[in-house]
């Protein structure tokens, strides 16, 4: 049986690539907050910024399947530019959906479909991937970063914290810190990570992938 992925953000770039060259391999849920062009008839359009817009979109996954296997947060606000010149809202919107988001949804799919599944998170190898960013560990001082880079900082602290409270019900937790793609990396490589993290027994780890290498931070 295929492992059933929920992907958000799935209208970008990357999410575009993997559910194409994946698409035989795995069953998707792809979701984003607008339709986009061009996507798949799937795309289940929910703002996962929101309590009731997560509980909607887990109701539609219910609906499909029993439920999902792996949690791909891909969702991103990029909003670059000097702190001093962010508004309130930037601001928000950033932490909102690079760190707020994924933590409060992976706490609903755990409650919801794993916290009582135990030997079937262990069967299936289920878990979480979260899509980080080298921003999150370098300092880029003046590529207006601030506060995106603080965001996906967090990101990969709490997918820490996620692994090692999540792993009594075996549900691993990984990142994957890419440098700027398709620019400096191959949109290809990063789809290879997180396909490996889909299946691999390992969990807590951080994966670097820069111009020069591939390492765990």
Request: aromatic content about 10%; hydrophobic content about 40%.
């Amino acid at each position: 049986m295929k492992k059933v992925l929920l992907f958000t953000g799935a209208t970008g770039s990357l999410g575009r690539e993997f559910i194409e060259r994946f698409q035989d391999k795995y069953e998707f849920i792809p979701t984003a907050r607008t339709k986009a062009p061009n996507f798949s008839d799937q795309l289940v359009p929910s703002d996962i910024r929101t309590a009731d817009g997560q509980t909607e979109l887990l109701n539609h996954v219910e609906n499909m399947y029993e439920s999902p296997d792996i949690l791909i947060n891909n969702a991103v606000y990029y909003c670059i530019k000097p702190l001093v010149d962010m508004t309130h809202s930037q601001v928000e919107n950033q932490f909102l959906t690079n760190i707020v988001a994924c933590l409060t949804l992976a706490n609903l799919v755990v409650n919801r479909f794993w916290k009582n599944a135990t030997q079937s998170n262990r069967e299936r190898r289920r878990g979480i991937i979260n899509i980080g960013s080298t921003s999150g560990v370098h300092f880029y001082a003046t590529q207006g970063q601030g506060c995106y880079s603080a965001t996906k900082s967090a990101l990969h602290m709490v997918t820490r914290h996620m692994a090692a409270e999540y792993n009594s019900y075996h549900i691993r937790v990984n990142a994957i810190a890419p440098t700027t793609f398709p620019g400096a990396v191959p949109i290809s490589l990063v789809a290879d990570w997180i396909d490996h993290y889909c299946n691999t027994a390992e969990t807590g780890e951080i994966r670097i992938i820069d111009t020069e290498a591939s390492y765990i931070l």
